[in-house]
């Protein structure tokens, strides 16, 4: 079902709360916004959160002759979206299934789903370096990957498990795009003044560690924290803030020579 796909990028991190989910739904905002088609693959079963941050947990999951029909956020199907969040009641429902389970969905989530034409698909990826991780780089050995934007925060612990991250990707022979830290400083939502309540500056060091690029510092902007839920984009909404030249600066990245 990949192989109507041009690029597909997995969003990682070695780290719980790092506001993966966040960045990767975002991403494929911008990119969408760009008129790009894009599928955005939420394939962390335990903490599935792309449907809340899209606005999308009324919808439900269809089948077709081809597999699945992924949920689209507009009438333009600009995104398309596939979530474990679709087939579960309600918001409270855990996922308490041991590995072999979680490895057979996330192997019909990449082969089972309906994609049609995309231009990029985004997975965003459950923390860390397990059973998930290894089961997507398996079903995704017979198509071309451009590679994976690690998520980080400032903070030493934070860093400490990213550069695990860093070293999976590498001995798995995933290509990294660039690192983007996330969390770094507040920005005021009355003045725009931007406070480091952590440290700083680790996600540029880490990237400069792994030789990779530094994609970009992303600030906590309540402003842009008002948007979960509401399917809106980043780029659109808020033009002129620091998130959005971060997301512009990775949307023309990853789409050079795409």
């Not at 690029?7 to 975002?26: C, E, M, P």
């Not at 494929?28 to 599935?48: F, N, Q």
């Not at 500056?201 to 509401?230: N, Y």
């Amino acid at each position: 079902m990949l192989d109507k796909v041009k690029h597909i990028i997995l969003v990682l991190s070695g780290k719980g709360g790092v506001g993966k989910s966040t960045v990767s739904t975002q991403l494929a905002l911008a990119l969408a916004e760009a008129d790009h088609k894009v599928g955005l693959l939420d394939i962390d079963l335990c903490g599935p959160s792309v449907p809340f941050l899209l606005g999308l947990e009324d919808q439900d999951v269809h089948q077709c002759d081809e597999g699945w029909v992924p949920v689209y956020t507009s009438a333009e199907k600009k995104l398309a979206v596939m979530s474990i969040g679709f087939l579960l009641k309600n918001r409270s429902d855990a996922v308490i299934w041991r590995g072999p389970k979680k490895t057979a969905m996330i192997k019909q989530f990449l082969d089972d789903v309906n994609w049609d034409e995309l231009d990029y698909l985004i997975i965003d990826t459950p923390p860390g370096t397990s059973d998930e991780h290894i089961t997507v780089m398996e079903c995704l050995k017979t198509v071309n990957t451009d590679g994976a934007i690690i998520v980080t925060t400032p903070q030493e612990m934070a860093l400490e498990d990213v550069r695990k991250e860093v070293t999976f990707c590498k001995k798995t022979g995933i290509n990294i795009l660039g690192i983007v830290e996330n969390m770094s400083g507040f920005v005021c939502p009355n003045c725009s003044e931007c406070t480091n309540i952590f440290s700083s500056g680790g996600g540029e060091s880490l990237a400069e560690l792994a030789k990779v690029p530094h994609l970009g510092t992303l600030p906590i902007d309540p402003r842009v924290g008002e948007l979960a839920g509401t399917g809106k984009a980043c780029v659109k909404e808020l033009p002129n803030c620091t998130t959005t030249e971060v997301l512009q600066k990775i949307v023309r990245t990853i789409t050079v020579g795409g």
